[in-house]
């Protein structure tokens, strides 16, 4: 059988005797009732009977890592509880736990791993008085678990244990305070930290208290904005590894890093070996974790594969790193089984790797040359994963002709984007690298109508940033957003904005799924869930603007796509509220008007809602989760808020309860509603809510607004509310210029009198809106609003209408057609509830 090929496997088999399928699950059976003494028994018959099952491959290679894992774990909380009595503790280790990192984190240890381990307790919590010194305490109960895994001198030892990846492990204890690691995880670790973490999970001690504290970490491990800082630093990471470790001094000398035979080659740190893939799969898991959830896992082929899902790496190149991972940790533990030794230096002669392929059971020369087609695949991917020198683009260098088209005042701020943004306080080592980012920008701004102007807005959103030198670099790796950058900042004031606010936003454009509310929900925290909202909504407006102004999408496209946002968002906050009030449903339905209920949402469109809920419902409840979706949504956070809401249509006014029954809604609208009032109902819809109750509401608004009233008294109350809204909104603004909603004629007088044409059967002005509306977009989102038209920009130019100005008068003098329709005024109107015919 192949496990006589080890000399190490062939003296446990005369020890236990033949293995079978069920040595290493009865080993780890027998935990449950062994003592801290049995360990290094037990895990000599589990070492026999994993090898076996690995060996013949009776189980899947996942399996084999969780029966690793599995054993280790109860081995450690084994030895930690023998450890705490041993120190004459009582009870159980509350508020101590410890962390498995690295592969017993990912559920992936090999035959003869190290275990990697951070031992943690809460100070408030540990049933070790301060007085005694908690972390003098812990420390030696880690110290005698320390013994018990690994004893002195003995080589029947249980586990290697290396407790070097803790916070400041220099200076340390080998137990921290939470409280301590948490200060340290915030402000001053370094990259690597944070990338061990990426592995972390409880193995040992008390679950409750370890899960709480990662959970805190949680910002730390997975940032919300795409941090691609972290390619260049697992990059500087591996470069390290590969100048400074012992055991790659053969492949160091070697004029290639992947000769045609892996003669010495390392397959845990080597060129092409397993640490390369890990670092592929953990760069992206760093990158994109923060919004994608299902790629927070600590297994690496798990990773992988969620990447795949996620749409970050091509299934094809998954296949090849998962089979390449696969056969190369086989071969590792293959190394390991030989002499139980904590081995990756692959053997140096053609002649002693006979041992390895005889033990795997593969012919030498097919082992050697698999292991070389996985190197090299590896070593690709990783390589142009990890590219110091990713390009960038460059538009045509014509410097000397555009710092001619920049005045004095702005020279020297362009010449410091020309040297790599020193004054952005990059550091000389990189601002080398960010030089062809600068010659982009100064080109891009030299191409604008105001080459002053623009650079000013361009330095200015930059020196905002709180973290210059990560978005900088973003910037430099991915040219291509400078097409989300610039032009917002250049042209469009609401986009500025919404960058000051949420400077991530350009990160949306390298996800390839867009913003996706389940991120909202997927923190049960209300404070982040709120923050959450606005980076939905601010994402998804900025989204949709982008593809406006660079022509993908249409104004109605555009319309479509701002009103479903508002919809989900309003779907969202509802779903908040509920859990924020700790109730499984909340039978209330939300009504749309205005620019909402006509599927129109514009860029700043406030939201003009009612909210309604069944009549059995607990009013105070209703009233409660309608304020608190006001709060939810309207709340100033860092990213702003999500939405203005208006709710003053409601049947109760603006002094009344936020919420009406439907009842309430059906009587006030039968007895006592205005006609104006129905007016401004013509384009209500249900937005979100309870569908059921939803039906309901259709029924009685189809019911009210068909139902034949007195055609005269809404003639004159029409008249007598358009008076008030001219008087009061109604401006008489020239056809060469832009004020699309107020001016006489305009979207408001359209909308208006559109919704009494609705109710008397008169123009209801549909192709005017959609015009104004057009045109509403471009003006609200360049900021034009009472400018000349001609100082629309001319990148633009050519999507607007030909004959803008024609256009304009035509569409004025068709609404005042319209209004002029239905004759004059009346001079008395009573405004009294519908009489109803």
Same mark, same amino acid.
């Given at each position: ?463 905002? *940033?709180?973290? /210059?030198?990560?978005?900088?670099? &973003? =910037?430099?790796?991915? $040219?291509? %957003?400078? @097409?989300?950058?610039? #032009? +917002? *900042?250049?042209? /469009?004031?609401?986009?500025?904005? &919404? =960058?000051?606010?949420? $400077?991530? %936003?350009? @990160?949306?454009?390298? #996800? +390839? ?325």
């Amino acid at each position: 059988m192949p496990l006589d090929s080890s000399p190490y496997l062939t003296r446990l088999i005369e020890r236990f005797g033949p293995p079978g399928d069920q040595l290493a699950h009865q080993a780890i059976a027998a935990l449950d009732s062994a003592t801290a003494s049995d360990l290094s028994t037990l895990k000599a018959q589990f070492s026999l009977g994993w090898a076996y099952l690995a060996l013949n491959k009776i189980i899947s290679f996942d399996a084999l890592g969780q029966l690793q894992s599995d054993f280790a774990d109860r081995a450690v909380d084994l030895a930690l509880r023998d450890a705490w009595h041993a120190e004459k503790l009582t009870g159980d280790p509350d508020g101590v736990f410890i962390l498995g990192l690295g592969k017993l984190g990912g559920h992936d240890l090999n035959f003869s791993s190290d275990i990697d381990l951070i031992a943690y307790y809460d100070p408030d919590r540990v049933q070790v008085p301060r007085a005694r010194g908690q972390a003098y305490v812990l420390d030696r109960v880690m110290k005698r678990l320390t013994k018990t895994l690994m004893p002195p001198h003995d080589p029947d030892f249980v586990y290697r244990v290396d407790w070097r990846l803790r916070p400041e492990a220099s200076v340390t204890g080998l137990a921290l305070s939470t409280v301590q690691a948490s200060d340290f995880y915030f402000f001053r670790a370094l990259p690597w930290h944070r990338l061990a973490l990426l592995k972390a999970r409880i193995i040992a001690g008390d679950q409750q208290v370890g899960q709480e504290f990662l959970d805190h970490l949680t910002p730390f491990i997975w940032r919300q904005n795409l941090d691609f800082r972290a390619l260049d630093e697992l990059a500087a990471l591996k470069s390290r590894i590969n100048l400074e470790h012992p055991r790659l001094k053969q492949e160091r000398s070697q004029v290639r890093p992947i000769l045609d035979e892996p003669l010495g080659f390392n397959v845990k740190l080597g060129a092409g070996g397993i640490r390369e893939i890990e670092f592929i799969a953990n760069a992206q898991q760093l990158i994109w974790g923060g919004k994608h959830y299902p790629l927070r896992t600590t297994n690496t082929l798990h990773a992988l594969q969620a990447l795949c899902k996620e749409g970050h790496l091509d299934a094809d190149i998954v296949d090849r790193l998962s089979e390449a991972y696969r056969d190369h940790r086989r071969l590792e533990n293959a190394l390991q089984m030989l002499q139980n030794g904590h081995d990756h230096v692959m053997p140096l002669t053609v002649e002693n790797w006979d041992a390895l392929a005889s033990l795997m059971a593969v012919p030498t020369a097919q082992l050697m040359s698999v292991t070389t087609a996985h190197r090299r695949l590896v070593h690709e991917r990783f390589t142009a994963t990890f590219a110091q020198d990713r390009p960038v683009e460059r538009l045509e260098s014509k410097t000397n002709t555009e710092l001619s088209l920049f005045s004095d005042t702005v020279r020297g701020t362009v010449q410091d984007w020309l040297s790599g943004f020193r004054r952005h306080g990059i550091r000389a080592s990189r601002s080398a690298r960010l030089e062809p980012l600068g010659a982009a920008l100064v080109a891009r701004a030299a191409q604008a109508q105001n080459p002053d102007q623009a650079v000013g807005r361009i330095e200015e959103f930059l020196r905002k *940033l709180s973290q /210059s030198d990560q978005y900088l670099s &973003l =910037l430099a790796t991915h $040219p291509g %957003l400078l @097409d989300a950058l610039i #032009d +917002p *900042l250049l042209y /469009s004031p609401h986009m500025s904005v &919404l =960058l000051e606010q949420s $400077p991530h %936003l350009i @990160d949306t454009f390298l #996800d +390839p799924s867009p913003p996706n509310a389940t991120f909202v929900l997927a923190e049960e925290d209300y404070e982040t869930r709120l923050e959450r909202l606005r980076r939905f909504v601010n994402e998804g407006l900025f989204q949709h603007y982008h593809g406006f102004l660079s022509g993908v999408q249409d104004w109605r496209g555009l319309a479509a796509g701002l009103t479903s946002l508002a919809e989900t968002a309003i779907e969202t906050s509802l779903t908040i509220a509920r859990h924020d009030l700790g109730v499984d449903e909340l039978p209330i339905c939300v009504l749309g008007l205005g620019k909402l209920g006509q599927s129109l949402m514009a860029p700043q469109s406030d939201l003009d809602l009612v909210f309604l809920f069944e009549d059995g419902v607990d009013r105070d409840l209703a009233s409660k989760a309608v304020r608190r979706l006001r709060t939810i949504m309207t709340t100033p956070l860092r990213e702003g808020i999500a939405y203005e809401l208006d709710m003053r249509l409601r049947p109760s006014g603006r002094s009344g309860p936020p919420a009406v029954t439907l009842s309430a809604f059906r009587r006030h609208h039968e007895q006592s509603a205005r006609n104006w009032e129905h007016i401004a109902l013509v384009p209500a819809r249900i937005v979100a809510g309870d569908p059921d109750l939803g039906d309901d509401i259709r029924q009685v608004l189809n019911t009210t607004l068909s139902r034949p009233r007195d055609r005269d008294q809404l003639l004159a109350d029409a008249h007598s509310m358009w008076n008030r809204i001219r008087d009061e909104r109604i401006r008489s603004v020239p056809t060469d210029r832009f004020d699309t909603k107020l001016r006489d004629g305009g979207l408001m007088m359209a909308d208006y009198w559109g919704a009494v044409g609705r109710l008397l059967g008169g123009p209801e002005l549909i192709e005017a809106r959609e015009a104004w509306t057009a045109i509403l977009y471009w003006e609200r989102l360049l900021g034009l609003t009472g400018a000349p038209l001609e100082s629309m920009p001319d990148r633009y130019a050519p999507l607007l209408p030909v004959g803008l100005q024609d256009r304009q008068e035509q569409l004025q003098d068709q609404v005042r057609a319209a209004f002029e329709s239905y004759g004059d005024a009346p001079e008395n109107t009573s405004m009294d509830p519908i009489r109803w015919t």
